[in-house]
């Protein structure tokens, strides 16, 4: 258990849906990064959240969005999916970038 | 932005035999280069990582080289074993520490055994 909890394990939705992935971060670490694999492929970074707010931004596409709560647990909402969204979505905690960070297990998201 | 180029991205090796990956970053700021393991199905999992002011470290059978002047960096796995088939990511952050981490697009090694 890396600390980093991600839920659900598996999603499976049809296209044009809306789901949340979430995450917990390992205790202490207040940034949060999302990240999606597709198959095969390499991990493109999404966005970065720090104490609640937004601090950096990658590739996201406008149908998704992310959030980070005073809790500090962040959810990513994709919407109007696409059959090309199916991938494994990862969320990592860290203190610091320069610290390096853990990764949850991953959200396998499959659209049909 | 950070910009992180990885090679090779397939490497096959005998067991026992030795296995070098190769990244180069853009940045001469980054300060921090971590490399992961992720095993099939997996979560990436960090594996061993260096920091600007040293030029080599070790953990056993893996050891990471930086050549900050040259802005490359390179994960060296000594007898490998079957069970270090995987695909290895670098990666390098940017300024600040909270700047977004790049990975390389990864290196899928096979080690036969």
């Known amino acids: 258990d890396s600390g980093v909890t991600q839920t659900p394990k598996h999603l499976i939705t049809a296209t044009g849906q809306r789901v949340t992935l979430r995450c917990s971060p390992r205790?202490?670490?207040?940034?949060v990064y999302w990240y999606q694999q597709s198959l095969d492929q390499g991990l493109q970074f999404l966005i970065q959240?720090?104490?609640?707010?937004?601090?950096a931004k990658g590739n996201i596409l406008e149908r998704f969005s992310a959030q980070q709560f005073p809790d500090l647990h962040s959810e990513l909402n994709l919407s109007s999916l696409e059959l090309g969204d199916s991938a494994l979505y990862f969320c990592?905690?860290?203190?610091?970038?320069?610290?390096?960070?853990?990764f949850g297990s991953g959200t396998r998201l499959t659209v049909v | 932005g950070e910009n992180v180029e990885q090679h090779p991205s397939t490497l096959s090796v005998q067991e026992g035999d030795s296995a070098v990956i190769k990244c180069t970053y853009s940045?001469?700021?980054?300060?921090?280069f971590p490399w992961y393991k992720q095993e099939l199905g997996k979560r990436p999992q960090l594996i061993i990582d260096?920091?600007?002011?040293?030029g080599e470290k070790k953990d056993q059978r893996i050891a990471v080289t930086l050549n900050k002047t040259a802005k490359h960096f390179s994960l060296h796995i000594t007898e490998t074993q079957p069970e270090d088939s995987a695909v290895y990511f670098c990666?390098?952050?940017?300024?600040?520490?909270?700047?977004?981490?790049?990975f390389g697009t990864g290196t899928k090694l096979q080690v036969i055994p």
């Open positions: 990592a905690s860290g203190t610091k970038a320069n610290y390096g960070y853990t």
């Open positions: 205790s202490g670490d207040l940034s």
């Open positions: 959240y720090y104490n609640g707010e937004e601090r």
């Open positions: 940045d001469s700021a980054s300060n921090y």
């Open positions: 260096i920091r600007s002011n040293v």
């Open positions: 990666a390098a952050p940017g300024l600040g520490g909270y700047q977004k981490v790049t």
